[in-house]
């Protein structure tokens, strides 16, 4: 069975930090594109940041540019999301997503959902004092 396990989410202060993990089973993450995404009570599904498998080129969305961080290690069949600075505004379920890169014809697909077609169960990130 294909599928994308989220965790490493929970409650923390703002200022503080969190890193989520996306692991594949049965799959190697090596040639699929991934996407942190998330929503907000009453709000639409965003991209957050997203990794290409062809280059390493990723896309961070203006709200979270210089506090949060995306890597992918191949080996351990795992995508992080290093998430710093923490603000309530970030409060959301956050989910990962992935794409095969033989799906898309550029080098990266677009950060947002309708681009990915496998998705996780979502973890919650709940910033607040």
């Known amino acids: 069975q294909l599928q994308l396990v989220e965790s490493g989410g929970g409650l923390v202060q703002p200022g503080g930090s969190l890193r989520l993990s996306c692991a594949a089973s049965?799959?190697?993450?090596?040639?699929?594109?991934i996407g942190w995404f998330r929503q907000a009570p009453g709000k639409e599904r965003e991209g957050v940041s997203c990794i290409s498998s062809r280059d390493g080129s990723v896309y961070y969305s203006d709200s979270v540019k210089g506090r949060f961080t995306i890597s992918r290690d191949n080996a351990k069949n795992t995508v992080y999301l290093q998430m710093n600075s923490l603000k309530p505004e970030d409060t959301a379920v956050y989910y990962c997503?992935?794409?095969?890169?033989?799906?898309?014809?550029?080098?990266?697909?677009?950060?947002?959902?309708?681009?990915?077609?496998?998705w996780g169960q979502g973890t919650q990130v709940t910033v607040s004092s």
């Open positions: 997503a992935a794409i095969g890169s033989w799906v898309v014809t550029t080098v990266q697909p677009m950060c947002i959902p309708h681009e990915y077609d496998m």
């Open positions: 049965g799959f190697g993450l090596g040639l699929y594109h």
